[in-house]
C-alpha cells in the first residue's frame, strides 16, 4: 500500500497489531464478565432467602432486593416485625416497587436489542395481572391507598429541548384501565394558569382516604413546587417551594420530602417534613444526599433508599425519625424501593 | 460501487484547477482510499460514543441510582459548547494547515474520555467524561470533512460525503445494538460495554493516526499562507464570501424552522401507541434510512446540483411534518415519517458539507466548513426552544402544521437566496430550484 496513504509496512502492521490487542482484551474481559456474572446468578444469596412465598398476611415492607446472589434485583418482602431477618424473594424482577396487601406494581426493564420499559400490575402470588408500556426508565411509582389507581413517573430521554436531554413523564392509571399524562394538567401556580412549555411532573403520592387528590413536584423554568393535584378537575396548584418527591405520612397531616440546597446541577437532596395545617417545614439531621422518594414507616419514622457507595449495584434502606435531632440508622441492607404495607 | 484503494498511485492527486466544470458522468467516480479510512475511523467512533450513549441513562438511574435531570442541561451546555469548539478547530485546522492533527486531537480526546468510564462513579465524574466527549467531536468534525473535501474528486463531492456519511450512520446504528446485545448476555455488564466501547475508539484513533495521510492540503495551505494568518481574520472574511455567505444565510433560516426529531417522533408517539414500545427503534429506523440514502443522493447531487438536493431534502421535512400532524397516521404513517426524515438527513448533513467546501476558498476550507455545521446547530437549538413554546401554546398537530408552513416560506427563500449559487458541475441546472 502506497500512494497517498500514509501507512507504510511498519504502519499497517502497528494498526493491525493495535486492533488485534485491543479487540482480544475487550473479549478478554467480556467473557471474564460474562463468567462472574453466571457464577453470580447461580451462587446461593449473601443473605438468608426463601422462596416461592405469596404476600405475607401480616404488615410487611415490600422492596427490591439487592444481595449479590439469585434474586438479586427481584422483588422481595419481611414482615415488618423483623426487617433485618429472613426475605422471601419473589421470581419478577423490578426496577421500583410498590404494594398493598392485594397488589403489586413493579415497573421492569426488559433488556434486548430494543431495550424497553414497562409497569406491571401483580397480585398476591406475584401473579402478573396486566401490563403496559411507559415511555422511559423507571423513577418513581405509587399505588392509591385503596389499590385502585397507580402512578408512575418515568425518565423520558429525547423528549426535552436538547435531543439527547432528560425529563420524566409521570401519569396515573385509573381503574377503568384510562391513564392520565400529569404534564396535561393545568398548571396553577399563584392562581394563575402557568403556560410554558418546559415543565415536569414527579413523584405522586397518594392522599389517605381522598380519592380525588394527590400530590406531586412540578418544575418549571426552574423553579419547583409541591402541588396538590385534583383528579377530577384536572389541575395541580402549587402549594409550597422547593418540594420534591413528596411523601404523605399514613395519617394524612405531613409530607416527607427531598429538598435541594446545593443548586440546580450540585443538587443534594437533604430530608425533610413539612406539616400541611401550619407550613411549618422541618430540615432532618441525615447528612448524605437522598435521591428517592420517602417511605414512612409510620406516623413518626421514614425510610428511604441510599446507594451503596463501596459496591456498585447496590444499595440499602434507611430509617430515620421525623425529630429534627434523630440520627439515620440502617433498616434493610442490600436493598431499594421500600414501601411499607401495614 | 467501485472501491480502489490502489488508484492513487504515486501520491499525485489531479486536484481541480477550476471549479470543476466538467460533467458528473465524464469523470469515473473513484473514492479516494483517504475518504474511505476516514469513513472507517467515523464508524468505530461512533461505535464507541452510540454504544455508551445508549446506555448511559440506564446506568446512571438504574444501576448507580442518580436522577439525571441534570444531565439536560449539561448536554444543553455540551451542544452549544461543541458548536462554539467547532469553529475554533475548523479555524486552527486552516491555520496549522493540518488538519489531521486537529482531528487528531479531537479524536484523541474523545478516546481519553472513554478511559474515564472505566473509573467513574458519581454524578461529575460521568458529566465530565460526558463533557470531554462532546468538545472531542466538536474538534473533530471539521477539520476530517475538510481532509474529505480535500481528497474527493470535485465531480464527486458530494458523493464522497455520502460515502463518508454512510460508513459513519453504520457504526451510529450498530453502537446501541452492540451495547445492548452485551447487557442482554450480562445484565449489569455496565462496564464491560465501556471497555468494548474504548476498544473502538482506540481502534478509530489508530487508524487515523496510522493510515490517513497528514495532507497539508496543496490548495489549503497556499492559498491561506498569506492573509489568513492574521488572528481573527477569519471571523467575518468568510462571510464576505460571496457563495459562502449566503449559503450560511439559507442554512441559519431553514435551521430556525427544523424541529428536533425527538418533536416528530413525540408526535407519532402520541397518535400511535405502538410507538412508545418501539420509540428506540424510531430513531435507528432513521439512522438506517439516512446510511441507504446517503450515496444514491449525494450521486444525485453531484448529477443535478447540490443546491437542489438540499432543498430537496429540506421538502422531505416539510412533508413529515404534514404527515406527522395528519389526522390519521397508523404503521405506514410512522414509517412514511422515518424513512422522509432518513431521507432528509441523507439529502442535507453531507451535501451541506459539500456545498460548503465547494464555496469557500482552499486556505479556509475547514473553518467555512465549520462554519456552515456551526449555523446549523445553533439555529436548530433555537429552533427546538421556540418550538417547544408552540407546542405547548396551540398544541402538537397544530404547531406541525405552523412549523410546516414556516418551513414552506423558508424554503421559498432559501431558493431565492441560493438562485445562482455555483452548486455543482452544471451549475446552471442547480439555479432554479
Known amino acids: 500500500m502506497s500512494g497517498t496513504l500514509a501507512a507504510g509496512k511498519t504502519k499497517w502492521g502497528i494498526l493491525l497489531a493495535v486492533t488485534a490487542i485491543v479487540l482480544v482484551a475487550a473479549g478478554i474481559y467480556a467473557v471474564g464478565a460474562y463468567q462472574r456474572f453466571e457464577e453470580s446468578r447461580t451462587a446461593a444469596s449473601s443473605v438468608g432467602v426463601t422462596a416461592g412465598q405469596p404476600l405475607p398476611g401480616v404488615p410487611f415492607v415490600l422492596f427490591r432486593n439487592t444481595a449479590s446472589g439469585q434474586g438479586y434485583g427481584n422483588a422481595a418482602t419481611v414482615p415488618l416485625s423483623a426487617p433485618s431477618g429472613t426475605r422471601a424473594v419473589s421470581d419478577q424482577e423490578c426496577d421500583r416497587v410498590y404494594g398493598t396487601h392485594e397488589t403489586v406494581v413493579c415497573l421492569k426493564t426488559n433488556r434486548g436489542l430494543v431495550t424497553a420499559f414497562e409497569a406491571a400490575v401483580l397480585n398476591s402470588d406475584w401473579q402478573q395481572q396486566r401490563t403496559w408500556p411507559v415511555p422511559g426508565i423507571p423513577s418513581r411509582t405509587r399505588i392509591s391507598p385503596d389499590g385502585s389507581m397507580i402512578a408512575t413517573t418515568v425518565f423520558v430521554s429525547g423528549h426535552s429541548y436538547a435531543t439527547a436531554g432528560f425529563s420524566t413523564a409521570t401519569e396515573i392509571t385509573l381503574p377503568g384501565g384510562t391513564s392520565g399524562n400529569l404534564e396535561d394538567f393545568a398548571l396553577m401556580v399563584n392562581g394563575e394558569r402557568l403556560v410554558t412549555t418546559d415543565r415536569n411532573i414527579w413523584g405522586v403520592t397518594f392522599a389517605p382516604g381522598q380519592s380525588d387528590v394527590f400530590y406531586a413536584t412540578a418544575a418549571s423554568s426552574g423553579r419547583i413546587w409541591l402541588v396538590r393535584g385534583s383528579l377530577s378537575a384536572r389541575t395541580l396548584t402549587a402549594m409550597h417551594d422547593n418540594v420534591e418527591c413528596p411523601s404523605i405520612s399514613p395519617d394524612g397531616t405531613r409530607i416527607a420530602f427531598k429538598k435541594n440546597d446545593g443548586g440546580a446541577l450540585a443538587a443534594h437532596w437533604k430530608v425533610a417534613v413539612l406539616d400541611l395545617a401550619t407550613g411549618q417545614e422541618t430540615v432532618l439531621s441525615e447528612k448524605r444526599s437522598v435521591d428517592d422518594q420517602i417511605e414512612w414507616l409510620d406516623d413518626h419514622n421514614l425510610l428511604y433508599g441510599l446507594a451503596d457507595e463501596a459496591v456498585e449495584g447496590d444499595s440499602n434502606i434507611w430509617k430515620l425519625g421525623t425529630e429534627a435531632a434523630s440520627q439515620p440508622g440502617l433498616f434493610i441492607a442490600h436493598a431499594w424501593s421500600p414501601s411499607v404495607v401495614r | ?433
Not at chain 2, 472531542?136 to 463518508?164: M, N, Y
Not at chain 2, 437549538?381 to 396551540?394: I, P, Q
Not at chain 2, 416560506?409 to 458541475?425: D, E, F, M, N, Q
Request: proline residues 4%; positive net charge; charged residues 10%.
Open chain 2, 1 to 433: 460501487m467501485y472501491i480502489s484503494l490502489s488508484d492513487r498511485s504515486g501520491g499525485k492527486r489531479d486536484k481541480p484547477q477550476g471549479n470543476g466544470t466538467a460533467l458528473a458522468s465524464e469523470v469515473p467516480f473513484r473514492l479516494s482510499p483517504v475518504i474511505l479510512w476516514l469513513g472507517i475511523v467515523s464508524m468505530v467512533t461512533d461505535v464507541s460514543s452510540e454504544s455508551v450513549t445508549a446506555i448511559l441513562p440506564l446506568y446512571v438511574t438504574g444501576f448507580l441510582g442518580l436522577s439525571t435531570i441534570a444531565f439536560g442541561f449539561i448536554d444543553g451546555i455540551n451542544q452549544g459548547a461543541s458548536a462554539i469548539v467547532r469553529i475554533a478547530a475548523g479555524w486552527a485546522a486552516d491555520r496549522s494547515g493540518h488538519p489531521k492533527r486537529i482531528a487528531l486531537a479531537g479524536y484523541g480526546l474523545s478516546m481519553l474520555a472513554r478511559i474515564g468510564f472505566l473509573f467513574a462513579g458519581g454524578f461529575w465524574a460521568i458529566a465530565a467524561i460526558v463533557t470531554g466527549d462532546r468538545i472531542g467531536k466538536g474538534i473533530r468534525t471539521a477539520p476530517r470533512d475538510a481532509l474529505i473535501s480535500v481528497s474527493a474528486q470535485p465531480e464527486h463531492l458530494a458523493r464522497s460525503f455520502g460515502v463518508h456519511r454512510m460508513l459513519d450512520n453504520i457504526g451510529a446504528a450498530a453502537g446501541p445494538l452492540i451495547a445492548f446485545f452485551v447487557l442482554l448476555m450480562i445484565p449489569q455488564g455496565f462496564s464491560t460495554v465501556f471497555v468494548v466501547s474504548l476498544a473502538f475508539a482506540v481502534i478509530g484513533v489508530a487508524v487515523l493516526a496510522l493510515v490517513v495521510p497528514d495532507i497539508q492540503a496543496r490548495g489549503l495551505k497556499t492559498a491561506g499562507g498569506r492573509e489568513g494568518r492574521r488572528l481573527f481574520a477569519f471571523s467575518w472574511s468568510h462571510l464576505k464570501e460571496p457563495g459562502l455567505g449566503k449559503l450560511l444565510i439559507a442554512a441559519g433560516l431553514l435551521g430556525l424552522v427544523t424541529i428536533g426529531d425527538g418533536f416528530i417522533y413525540l408526535v407519532l408517539q402520541a397518535r400511535d401507541s405502538f410507538a412508545v414500545q418501539w420509540f428506540p427503534l424510531l430513531f435507528v429506523g432513521t439512522n438506517v434510512v439516512f446510511l441507504a440514502l446517503a450515496i444514491p443522493l449525494g450521486r444525485l447531487a453531484d448529477r443535478v446540483g447540490k443546491v437542489p438536493v438540499f432543498i430537496g431534502g429540506h421538502l422531505a421535512l416539510l412533508i413529515t411534518y404534514l404527515l406527522a400532524s395528519a389526522p390519521f397516521g397508523g404503521l405506514w404513517g410512522t414509517v412514511g415519517c422515518l424513512v422522509l426524515l432518513g431521507a432528509f438527513y441523507a439529502a442535507t448533513d453531507g451535501v451541506l458539507a459539500a456545498l460548503a467546501s465547494q464555496l469557500t476558498p482552499p486556505g479556509k476550507l475547514a473553518t467555512g466548513i465549520a462554519s456552515a455545521q456551526t449555523v446549523v446547530a445553533l439555529s436548530r437549538m433555537t429552533a427546538s426552544a421556540g418550538f417547544g413554546v408552540l407546542w405547548y401554546a396551540v398544541g402538537a398537530a397544530t404547531a406541525m402544521i405552523v412549523a410546516g408552513a414556516l418551513l414552506a416560506c423558508a424554503l421559498v427563500a432559501v431558493a431565492l437566496i441560493l438562485r445562482g449559487t455555483k452548486s455543482g458541475p452544471r451549475s446552471d441546472l442547480g439555479g432554479g430550484a
